[in-house]
């Protein structure tokens, strides 16, 4: 049985406060910088996981008089604010471990058991990483995804704490602390960015390079003759988006031009069909029916389609 989006949000929020207790824990017991910003990014975490819970539900709602493209993109704002709170989580982290570099007050304590508690909560940040990534790519959720980049983040910065605190128990050099912590803000910063472009992105529409290379091959094979597949005479005006898991699809086909409105909107409608599906199975597709132009060529009589393949 497979988990629905708004289940598998929910189990991240859950999951999220468990894991924060844990690090927070571990900082009060070692008073590290490097578990302090693993910490701080764990709050991020709840706060973001929150957010994605709501997204997904919205996303799910139908469409409506005030949405009739549905909700979908919601979970790109989601996903674009989480991006945020990374790079301001980054940006926190690098100047509180600036300062700390410089003058050192407090020196780390229990390392041993602030190691435990870290790979505890590293532990469970894998598990809930690999869960969120792989439901949100099976569903195509946005929210779901960025969300579960956030958390895969977090394992990599716990990896790189528990590192540290293990050269610190072996070395004494306090500096490495303060050092690690420096790196992965870097990397928070960095994260956060990636997120919140490729969110920006989605929201302002800008194409999906995959999704279109889809749908081209598709029509391509509707050029000829197939068991099964309604020929087309050409082509273009081709555009896709899709917000979330909904698919949205407008393409401009030509067709012979004895054809009858009956016979038009029946093959319009296999190629609509066929292209939602090839895309997921979830959305709309609106296919706008040219008269195919005949042109003389000599004695014979051609059709003078171009095979478009970009969106003019």
């Known amino acids: 049985m497979r988990l629905t989006q708004t289940t598998i949000a929910g189990i991240a929020v859950i999951g999220s406060l468990v894991i924060l207790g844990v690090k927070l824990w571990a900082w009060w017991v ?22 994605t819970l709501g997204a997904v539900r919205m996303a799910a709602k139908p469409p409506d008089d005030d949405h009739p493209y549905g909700h979908g993109r919601v979970e790109f704002v989601s996903a674009a604010v989480e991006g945020g709170m990374l790079i301001a989580a980054g940006a926190f982290i690098l100047i509180h471990s600036a300062q700390s570099l410089m003058v050192r007050s407090t020196p780390i304590q229990n390392t041993s058991l602030g190691i435990t508690l870290v790979v505890s909560g590293g532990v469970i940040n894998l598990a ?42 072996l070395t004494q050099w306090w500096w490495v602390d303060p050092a690690i912590a420096i790196a992965l803000g870097s990397l928070l910063m960095y994260l956060g960015w990636r997120v919140a472009k490729s969110s920006v ?13 889809i749908l081209r091959s598709l029509l391509t094979s509707h050029l000829q003759d197939g068991p099964n597949t309604p020929k087309i005479c050409s082509f273009h005006r081709l555009r896709c988006r899709h917000d979330g898991s909904n698919h949205w699809v407008d393409m401009h086909i030509r067709l012979p031009a004895d054809m009858s409105v009956a016979q038009s909107h029946d093959v319009a409608s296999v190629i609509e069909d066929r292209a939602i599906a090839a895309l ?15 042109k003389q060529t000599g004695h014979s009589v051609s059709c003078d389609c171009v095979r478009s393949t970009r969106t003019s």
Do not use: Y
């Open 128 to 169: 809930l990483a690999w869960l969120m990534i792989s439901s949100g790519r099976r569903t195509n959720s946005a929210a779901l995804i960025a969300d579960g980049v956030h958390i895969l983040s977090d394992s990599l910065t716990t990896a790189a704490v528990i590192a540290g605190l293990v050269i610190i128990q």
């Open 30 to 51: 070692t008073r590290s910088d490097a578990v302090l910003s693993d910490a701080l990014e764990s709050i991020v975490n709840v706060v973001a996981s929150v957010m």
């Open 280 to 294: 997921g199975g979830s959305g709309v597709a609106t296919a706008h029916c040219e008269p195919c132009k005949p």
């Open 201 to 213: 992105s989605r929201l302002i529409d800008r194409q999906d390079d995959g999704d279109f290379e």
